[in-house]
């Protein structure tokens, strides 16, 4: 990337970051600039980045270091600036490319896949790295080792180039890394041993030792078996993938046994809940987090009462409104690039926001169903240890996939269909030790993905699920449990990795004259920029807006243009003519009027006194000329001590509250009046003059509001 930028481009990011290119060194410019950028602190440690920026570096290392966006985003000045993202462009749209090197280094986030293979790369030993760089540079890695990653990753983040790395191994490095990945996925030290038939067993402090000339070695340098601290080995996501599907001839027979039962019987349910679409909800609870007093904090939970307070709102179930809002803050839903028509989540439509909600909940760093508190933010950041959930996921949504065919399938069906796979007697084994690990309560498999099943699916708008009568198991009342479950279409769609088409994306309008109803072409960008514009209506297969005379009347208080408003509207739907003539007339401008500040009024009833304040040397300067003709308005920079001072020097005495204010501006009972001139409402204060007269006559002063 470095050596594609034209030379004034290179030198500017050189001068940016204030360092010094050896001519000397048999290594060219671009090649020095890349080993002092890989070592910036800013990849290991986002925070230091504006949240914007780090939130963009997400998004584009969650499509791989390759996103293509409409427009340039704001946030890539802080990211380009340092060197850290490119972008290239044509007339129609931007690339944005995070180089590999950089991808490798950052550090796991809230949305991520823990058991991805960028995830365990980024919190792998050096000896792992090294040994992974060697394997696919063909010689020994020199550092920096985030540059001798680059050749790996090639392999390791390209599906096919990673399925052909995978049909080289050998019988036993395949009959190795087939047998972690029938056992969950994970095993320990010693169990990697037995499935090596290694019978040399090397003990350290921790436990057991791999042989670095065994068959697990082999796996570990090729990136397809990753070691995790202390004595762990992981398959990750993508290989586990790849070899699962080596295996689905195996479900073929148990596939058929149980669409025979299902075929065979009509299970429609006497009573269904009908699914919706997240993405009307995941936008009407981004519109309440803008209003005032619901700001939520990064890095850290939800709070509970702020679920509560939506749920009630939008009418739905806690459980639901948390999915949702987890999957909102992981996609950055809730963050500063929301608004942001330049790249993800902004640039999106609603009808593209529904499959990026699921694909966050499938990637399985945001919520976790094998937990109590399933939203991951809820822990500390050392304790967010991911359960073997993502290997039940997985398993739901290929059952899913086998067995949905527009048809109700009863539960007790899938869960046999489940239980049967190979992986389930692995998967029990790993909940239990990562309980242990966790000191949390142990968990079956049937037991999170009948979770899965009932809460998760249904709040992504993916099954639909019934209840009736059957032979369910039976509950704690003693009654029949039974439910039943069917894949919706737009489900379909998602596990196939599918959006709608064209024709299926409807049009935002208006219902009636102050009634918006968002269509699935919408995007996000526009529609979040409506908050202060609108209040949320009803939220359900759709998300209503509400665009009454009072909202356009309070945005137009608040700053606001006509034009602006308008603008904002028409870019998700075009304005009815009556909305159209109350914008138009709500817009008017009768006349205007000049603002003053002032720090007081003074009523003073006496023109004399009036005069002699207005006209005198010492207290001219102190009040707004012209003041209105019953008093004085005292300047704004005036505090009350030195107003009492040159009043007193004239002969004229304040009175507060029925009490005469000395220079130190005590109050009653010796309590200090504040330094302003803002007494409470009701209050009456007077002015009188100090000459020598037995009687003087006592003058009223009233404050008015600024």
Not at 285 to 307: C, D, H
Not at 593 to 602: I, N, R, S, V
């Amino acid at each position: 990337m470095l050596r594609a930028l034209p030379g004034a481009e290179l030198r500017a990011i050189i001068d940016r970051l204030g360092l010094t290119i050896d001519p000397a060194k048999r290594l060219d410019p671009p090649s020095q600039l890349a080993r002092a950028l890989v070592a910036l602190p800013e990849l290991r440690e986002p925070a230091r980045l504006p949240e914007a920026s780090a939130a963009l570096l997400h998004r584009v290392a969650e499509a791989k270091g390759q996103l293509v966006v409409p427009a340039l985003p704001p946030a890539l000045g802080p990211l380009a600036a340092r060197g850290l993202l490119f972008a290239r462009g044509s007339k129609t749209s931007v690339e944005l490319i995070l180089p590999s090197a950089f991808l490798l280094q950052l550090r796991s986030w809230d949305g991520e896949d823990p058991r991805g293979i960028r995830a365990l790369l980024s919190q792998a030993s050096m000896e792992t790295l090294s040994a992974i760089a060697g394997h696919h540079l063909g010689r020994p890695a020199t550092p920096p080792i985030a540059l001798s990653l680059e050749a790996a990753w090639e392999v390791l983040g390209d599906n096919d180039k990673l399925s052909a790395e995978i049909d080289k191994l050998s019988p036993t490095e395949r009959r190795v890394l087939e047998g972690v990945e029938h056992d969950g996925g994970e095993v320990d030290t010693e169990e990697l041993l037995e499935l090596e038939r290694e019978p040399l067993r090397l003990r350290t402090a921790t436990g057991a030792t791999p042989s670095r000339r065994g068959v697990g070695f082999s796996l570990e340098r090729r990136g397809l078996l990753i070691p995790v601290h202390p004595n762990r080995h992981v398959v990750p996501t993508e290989v586990s993938r790849i070899i699962g599907a080596k295996r689905h001839e195996e479900r073929e027979h148990r596939r058929a046994q149980v669409l025979s039962v299902v075929l065979a019987f009509d299970h429609a349910p006497r009573r269904a809940r009908f699914s919706h679409v997240p993405a009307p909800l995941a936008l009407g609870m981004s519109l309440a987090i803008l209003e005032p007093g619901n700001e939520v904090r990064s890095n850290v939970g939800t709070p509970k009462s702020l679920i509560v307070k939506l749920a009630t709102r939008f009418g739905r179930d806690n459980g639901q409104v948390a999915l949702i809002g987890a999957l909102c803050r992981a996609v950055g839903l809730w963050g500063p690039t929301a608004q942001n028509p330049g790249g993800p989540p902004g640039s999106l439509t609603v009808d593209e926001l529904s499959f990026h909600l699921y694909r966050a909940w499938a990637r399985g760093g945001a919520w976790d169903e094998a937990r109590k508190e399933p939203e991951v933010l809820r822990l500390a950041q050392e304790a967010r240890d991911s359960s073997p959930v993502g290997a039940i996921r997985a398993m739901v949504q290929n059952a899913l996939k086998d067995l949905g065919e527009d048809r109700w399938v009863p539960w007790t069906q899938l869960a046999g269909y489940l239980k049967s796979d190979h992986r389930v007697p692995g998967l029990a084994r790993l909940f239990r030790r990562w309980a242990e690990r966790n000191g949390t309560e142990i968990v079956e498999p049937l037991d999170v993905a009948r979770r899965i099943v009932t809460e998760s699916l249904p709040a992504l708008g993916v099954v639909d699920l019934g209840e009736g009568e059957g032979e369910g198991e039976t509950n704690a009342a003693g009654a029949t449990d039974e439910i039943a479950l069917r894949l919706t279409p737009r489900g379909r769609a998602m596990l196939s990795d599918k959006t709608s088409s064209e024709k299926e994306k409807s049009k935002s309008k208006f219902l009636d004259m102050h009634v918006l109803q968002v269509g699935t072409s919408a995007h996000v960008h526009a529609v979040l920029a409506l908050s202060t514009l609108v209040e949320v209506g009803r939220v359900a297969d759709t998300l209503d807006l509400i665009v009454a005379p009072q909202t356009l009347a309070k945005a137009l208080a608040a700053g606001f243009e006509a034009d602006q408003v308008r603008q904002r509207i028409e870019e998700v739907a075009p304005l009815p003519e009556t909305l159209s003539r109350t914008l138009a007339q709500a817009s008017v401008v009768l006349g205007r009027c000049t603002f003053e500040p002032a720090a007081g009024f003074l009523w003073v009833e006496d023109k004399n006194i009036l005069e002699l304040l207005r006209t005198r040397k010492a207290t001219a300067e102190l009040f707004v000329e012209p003041s209105p003709p019953s008093g004085l308005l005292v300047q704004a920079a005036v505090d009350l001590d030195k107003l009492v001072r040159r009043c007193r020097t004239i002969g004229i005495e304040v009175v507060y509250d029925g009490n005469v204010i000395r220079a130190r501006a005590m109050g009653t009972g010796g309590t200090p009046l504040p330094r302003s001139l803002t007494p409470p409402p009701g209050k009456v204060t007077a002015v009188r003059s100090l000459q020598r007269s037995p009687t003087p006559p006592p003058v009223a002063v009233r404050k008015t509001e600024k």
